[in-house]
């Protein structure tokens, strides 16, 4: 679940105290029935297996002596992608929260700090009084934790978790689960001062509620955050932060999972510590 468009780490839930939701179709299930893959989509996977399958072959038939390869057996090294990850640890440690923590003093250190701490502040957690506070403290710059923890309050009130289908702790009811599960997938650094960074984490996640009946049901989305952070008491934490939507790509055709499957892998599969 994004925290919504243009978000200041100042203001509530999507800038606006408000989430989104997507309601069912009149009498049907918001899961809906797994939808039939394209006789067109099929015919163009069809044809790139073949033609990748022709380049292979082509490719493994070639003969030796191709005169631009190294006469000392060696080939030169290629270009890292620009993706590539720094080959630094990415932390030291972890918090009593579970939070990483102690990123190295630099650009790809800042990079994996606000990929992780992309992933806390769109949690499931953040949502739960009892757990916010130890986020906040762990997250943000010492200076904003006093803020943050008032108007986070505010912005996550009891109306806001009633809307998205929570009690006053930030529970699901019996037999739901409420997902809020977020994935980096790139990272870049717009701004560097040695002790301060701004950097920019592009994501997407789901977000939802299982459960029979539900009006949430879990969904993707696509967004960018940015995060301000600033080097102290040896290692980067969050002064200020927003997001804006996408970039997103055309949905591709996967098939609808039911509510109990998405429970399921929400509950089977761990998340990561990201570093860049």
Known sequence: MSLGDEHEASGGYGGTGQTRTRLPDTGADPYGTPRRRSSSRSLVTVVGVVVLLIAAIAFANRGG????????????????AATAPSGQRPVQSK???GIPSGFAQGQEGAQSAAANYAVVLVSAD???PARRPEIIRQVFDADR?????????Q????????KVGLDEN????KGSTYVSRTMPVGTKVTDYGGSTATVEVWCTGVYGMTGEGSENPVTSDWFTM???L????GDWKVDSFSQKEGPAPVNGDNRVSTSDDISKAVEEFGGFTYAR
């Open 230 to 233: 600033r080097w102290t008491e």
């Open 95 to 97: 918090s009593a929260a």
């Open 170 to 173: 930030g529970n699901a009811p």
């Open 226 to 228: 940015t995060l301000q």
């Open 155 to 162: 912005a996550y009130d009891k109306a806001f978790l009633d």
């Open 126 to 128: 953040i949502l739960k």
């Open 65 to 80: 002596g191709d005169s631009s390869s190294s006469t000392d057996g060696s080939a030169a090294k290629p270009e890292a």
């Open 145 to 153: 934790v006093s803020e943050l923890e008032r108007n986070l309050d």
